[in-house]
């Protein structure tokens, strides 16, 4: 059984000009995987992101999780988010703010510590534990939020475009120690991106979106091999998935 | 496959953090910085203390009509025990009421937290109080408390320390009201995917994040504290009769010829009320400077706490 079962998900803000966000959504994420979504500005990729982790009510359609409606995971905290803006709370240190999902679910002994101290470390930030937000860079401060997402094992990590505030050299380490992150945990990820390239390098399987309101246009597959070296980026088949993406974001089939 | 990063290898490299500056500076120059902090405005002060002491003898005022420096100083000393308790008794009474005043603040913004309802009841007539100049419901207080047995005794002091609790509560409800609304919202977001429960959300992001406000409003009422607790004891001791007192206040009360009976003055008000009537113009002026120095002193001690609690709040 997939892990994320979504069917025929639609949403509409409501308001005096109600606006369609997403229309006919479906789509299914198996255990371990990393799906990207992308898609035009505006198309509703943080609301589908929102829909599936319960942070808005779904009007029509489904959203299972394990085999449970999204509002049942969030309860049993099955679901972890990583935001566009890393989203700390200024007065805690590093260390406390990956640590305050601990706090809220009451699992604040020793060992769960040590875990957040060796989040910190996996995301690079192991000699930055005192410091507080103000004290760091906003590529640090990211991390950090990745490892607050991490700390209680989420079976199901969504993360809306967590590095799109960053410079392209900063993503690309970025990217590099989300794989490693992910491959170690063995965890399943949505992440919601704008950048092509930066899909393809992290995902086996991409949702590509229509503008609003959101379809999906295309489910693309990624056939390159894991572990990925950055050099991959490089290669013809790369290259080719790149070309096919940019044919289907641009409304033409390329292929298929 | 290489793996040119390693996981856990600080990728950004360890580098302090520094602040930019666009050239080194030399000792000498970190030292003049600093002291210029101090020194100007130390300096721009003693300018005024010079002009005050020589420019009503240089003008040809006599010292008893304007004071100078010199002539404060002697009234100061020439008052000194009695000013000394009236300076004890005003700083109880702005201590008490913005102690009680904040407390209270505190509390009724968490209810407001809590309960929609009592929000939408209560806050919109807490901002409007807020433009009401609370210091005229001292007569107010005193003719309520001498309704009330047990307090009629001490009625006019129960309502100096009233209307220093009122001009305390308002700015500090409004505030916090704020204060507890204005989180993060993506952190807010972060609470609901972990369930959090309405008592974690509130302890562990809204009090937090409506520590700034509150100290904006304790620097804010801190001086209106102070600015109560006086006024209040000079309306309460100008008189026998509550309202000839408030026009006394207003320096009204001379001119309509009320009868004034300032014997028993308690703390600064009452104080400077005596001094007035007596035409005391050192003692006036030695009050007015002393309990200056100490409300700046007060204020001065929450721009302290601010600093050291709230680090990550450099601004301001
Ligand atoms: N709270 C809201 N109320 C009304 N409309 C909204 C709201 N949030 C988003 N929308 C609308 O829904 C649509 C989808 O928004 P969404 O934020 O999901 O897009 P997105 O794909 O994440 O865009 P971006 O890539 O710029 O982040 C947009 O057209 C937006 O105007
Ligand atoms: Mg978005």
Known sequence: MALLEVRDVCYIYPGAQPVEALRDITFEVERNEFISVIGPSGCGKSTLLRLLSDLLPIDKGEVLIAGEPAVVARRKREIGFVFQDPALMPWRSSLKNVRLPLEVLRRDGASEKATSESLLRLVGLGDFTAKRPDQLSGGMRQRVSIARALTYDPPLLLMDEPFGALDQITRDEMNIELLNIWEQKQSTVVFVTHSIGEAIYLSDRIVVLSPRPGRIVDIVDVPLPRPRDPAIKRSREFFDIETSLLGTLEGRRIHG | ?316
């Not at chain 2, 409300?295 to 601010?306: A, K, Q």
């Open chain 2, 1 to 316: 496959m290489a793996k040119p990063v390693e996981a856990g290898a600080p990728v950004e490299g360890a580098r302090p953090i520094q602040q930019p500056s666009r050239h080194a500076r030399s000792p000498f120059e970190r030292v003049w910085l600093a002291l210029s902090r101090f020194m100007l405005p130390a300096f721009v002060v003693a300018v005024f203390l010079a002009i005050w002491q020589w420019l009503p003898p240089a003008l040809n005022i006599p010292t008893y009509e304007l004071p100078n420096l010199s002539t404060t100083l002697q009234g100061l000393q020439n008052n000194w025990p009695d000013l000394g308790n009236a300076l004890l008794v005003t700083t109880q009474d702005a201590l008490a009421g913005f102690i009680i005043g904040n407390a209270l603040a505190i509390l009724g913004a968490t209810v407001f937290a809590y309960s929609a309802n009592m929000e939408r009841a209560f806050y919109p007539l807490a901002i409007l109080v807020q433009t009401i100049p609370i210091v005229v419901y001292v007569p107010l207080l005193i003719i309520l408390f001498d309704q009330v047995p047990l307090l009629a005794n001490n009625a006019q002091a129960l309502a100096v320390v009233g209307v220093t609790i009122l001009i305390s509560f308002f700015p500090t409800l409004v505030n916090m009201t704020v204060g507890f609304k204005s989180i993060d919202p993506r952190v807010y977001e972060l609470m609901r995917l972990l369930n959090a429960s309405r008592t974690q959300i509130f302890i562990k992001l809204r009090f937090p994040s409506a520590i700034p406000f509150l100290f904006s409003s304790l620097k804010i009422t801190s001086t209106l504290a102070f600015v109560g607790a006086i006024v209040g004891e000079w309306m309460a001791n100008s008189g026998i009769n509550p309202v000839g007192s408030v026009l006394d206040g207003f320096g009204v009360h001379t001119l309509l010829g009320f009868p004034t009976n300032p014997s028993q003055a308690s703390g600064v008000g009452g104080q400077l009320n005596l001094f007035y009537f007596r035409l005391d113009k050192p003692g006036l002026f030695a009050s007015v400077v002393t309990v200056s120095i100490l409300s700046i002193l007060f204020f001065g001690l929450m721009v302290l706490l601010e600093r050291v609690l709230i680090p990550w709040q450099k601004s301001q």
